[in-house]
């Protein structure tokens, strides 16, 4: 038994020594760095946490005979920048993201889809949708500076939601029902992608 243990230790102190992860690194990736990063006690631990929320979130497949939901495709490629650092004001995967930052950036890229800049502006588009029926794609306000709508994030199901925290953090997976979170919730919106896809394109 011992021996095992040693040897998964020896395998994950292997993943610590690993270098920074390149931009298009797999998403498990970097999210087992970076919660490896910030977790001393229990790096074992730390690692199939890790390998949890990869195997839940980060990888789905599909068949190619089914279609993805934009929606998926847009939490997904949130899901890319896990582990990037927050930079108020900040669009780029280079330098750092904020909160609407993260969504715009993911948006663009993974859509071609032009979203407005500030999270107030973001939550005046697509249709509310309750918190009970919240799916995969949609996104998640929070009332963080005293005012409606100031933070915005990517539901990924089971309570969790993707997001550029704040100043001295990183692009993370957070539970909505923690405290914090619980009090600061302002509701959710579904975006009607291929609508904003085609009012783009007629611009």
């Not at 087992?32 to 977790?39: C, G, K």
Request: hydrophobic share 35%; charged share 20%; proline share 4%.
């Amino acid at each position: 038994m011992s021996s095992c243990l040693t040897a998964l230790s020896a395998l994950t102190l292997v993943g610590c020594a690993a270098t920074q992860p390149e931009q298009h690194a797999q998403p498990s990736r970097l999210i087992r760095d970076s919660y490896l990063s910030r977790t001393q006690a229990d790096p074992l631990g730390a690692y199939l946490a890790s390998k949890e929320f990869s195997n839940r979130y980060a990888n789905d497949t599909y068949p190619a005979s089914i279609p993805v939901s934009p929606n998926k495709i847009l939490a997904n490629a949130a899901l890319d920048h896990l582990g990037v650092k927050y930079k108020y004001g900040g669009d780029e995967p280079n330098t750092g993201f904020d909160c609407s930052g993260l969504i715009t950036y993911a948006a663009e890229h993974s859509l071609g889809l032009k979203l407005p800049r500030r999270s107030r502006d973001i939550a005046r588009l697509g249709k509310a949708v309750e918190r009970a029926e919240l799916k995969k794609g949609d996104l998640v306000f929070f009332n963080t500076l005293g005012s409606r709508f100031s933070h915005v994030g990517i539901y990924l199901g089971d309570q969790q939601f993707v997001h550029a925290p704040r100043s001295g953090a990183v692009v993370r997976i957070e539970n909505m029902n923690t405290n914090y979170w619980q009090k600061r919730y302002n509701g959710a919106r579904r975006l009607d992608i291929d609508a904003l896809q085609t009012a783009s394109l007629s611009r």
